[in-house]
């Protein structure tokens, strides 16, 4: 099985003659659509609700299209923070999941009225420090420790994660907030990242809500929700299977009619902070082939670089390729498609099985939506790509511009030394 773009050549084709390639294009139906599941999906749960994690997609014009199926925010930096302001967030519509927290963030956040997930028993003093109080909702988050299993299979290793705190820190964290005045808790856990089967929720909501059961017990910390965060992976393999989100939701609601409501915690809100499963498949990145070259193995060059997209640099993550308009050719020549950066992992596939490639042909990269734009940075002073929105009625917004070389050199403070240098260029490429 293939996957299939979200646009035809012909639409990207046009869209390139208006905006130059590489650029990120994201889907507004399949972006709506998906929202739409996620919120149907655990809709028997009264205080259900998406924090999307704004990591994985830094775009306001994303946020709020989300926001408008009830989600709220996972930030865990200043500028998350910051956008989220912009865009009018506050109070219980905010998620800070921070870690090795600066100083200062804790304080942003408590006056926006946003919901503190604390990463660590340690956290606590730094906290009361620097808001004088420690907030009345506050979360914690677990790390069980070991390795993270489904159906035998090793899913991660919490055990090597430097994310929250041990059980024990955990029930002590709780006596010590409540002592000092929180009354409504909350608890979070990630423990694996990427999971594509239905069963990581489920499992997950299986040691967490007997964790809260045990923590109200014997804390008398009420539990109000429970935060199952991130986590779940979407197919980036056109052979995987995609997650149901509705066997999903189905999943944690067996769990939670099995563990919870028979303690008599019926009313507690199940959170989610998926950035991944929101976004990812909803996003890709469009280049454009410039070059060719055969040395001791065949090369396509493209317009894009590692820059726009780090995934596979990275982790050597896959990221699945359609040449525009060649859907149906046979995959009878093996390429790696490289980018132009000077480092020799620059590639968005080795050794990949496509149809003959030309110049000029537009490559479509799959799966790019999350962690992809986000996760970009500048080396050899390349630039940051355009994001363009594909909206329902077919039009394309510009999103978010293009980085330019005034933009790039703007921090540094003779940067006027550099005005006559870009002004020829910007007249050049007006
Ligand atoms: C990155 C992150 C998420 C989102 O993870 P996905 O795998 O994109 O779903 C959620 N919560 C926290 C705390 C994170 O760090």
Known sequence: MDKKPFATREQLEKIREQYPTPFYLYDEKGLRDNAERVKRAFSWNKGFREYFAVKATPNPSIVKILGEYGCGVDCSSLTELMMAKALGYRDDRIMFSSNDTP?????????????????????????????????????????????????????????????????????????????????????????????????????????????????????????????????????????????????????????????????????????????????????????????????????????????????????????????????????????????SLCENNDKFAIDRMLPKIDRGDILFIHDAGAHGFSMGYNYNGKLKSAELLLKTDGSVEMIRRAETPRDYYSTFDFSHEFDQVLEEWEKRNK
């Open 103 to 339: 100083e200062g963030e804790f304080r942003y956040v408590h006056e926006m009225g946003g919901i503190i997930n604390l990463d660590d028993i340690t956290l606590i003093d730094f906290l009361e420090n620097e808001l004088g109080e420690i907030p009345k909702t506050i979360s914690c988050r677990f790390n069980p420790g070991g390795l993270f299993k489904v159906s035998n299979d090793i899913m991660d290793n919490p055990g090597d994660s430097k994310y929250g705190m041990t059980e024990e820190q955990l029930f002590e964290a709780f006596r010590i907030l409540k002592a000092k005045g929180a009354e409504h808790f909350g608890i979070h856990a990630f423990l694996a990242s990427n999971t594509v089967t239905d069963e990581y929720y489920p499992m997950l909501a299986g040691i967490l809500f007997k964790l809260a059961v045990k923590l109200q017990k014997e804390t008398g910390a009420h539990v109000e929700f429970i935060n199952l965060s991130g986590g779940v992976g979407i197919p980036y393999r056109p052979d995987q299977t995609p997650n149901d989100i509705f066997a999903i939701g189905e999943g944690v609601r067996k769990v939670y009619e099995d563990i919870l409501v028979p303690a008599g915690m019926g009313d507690v809100s199940i959170y989610t902070e998926m950035g991944r499963y929101m976004v990812g498949p909803y996003g890709a990145l469009v280049t454009t082939a410039i070059h060719e070259k055969h040395i001791y193995k065949e090369y396509v060059g493209v317009d894009a670089c590692a820059v726009n997209l780090m995934r596979p640099a990275m982790y050597g993550a896959y990221h699945h390729i359609t040449v525009m308009g060649k859907e149906g050719l046979p995959c009878d020549h093996k390429y790696d498609v490289t980018g």
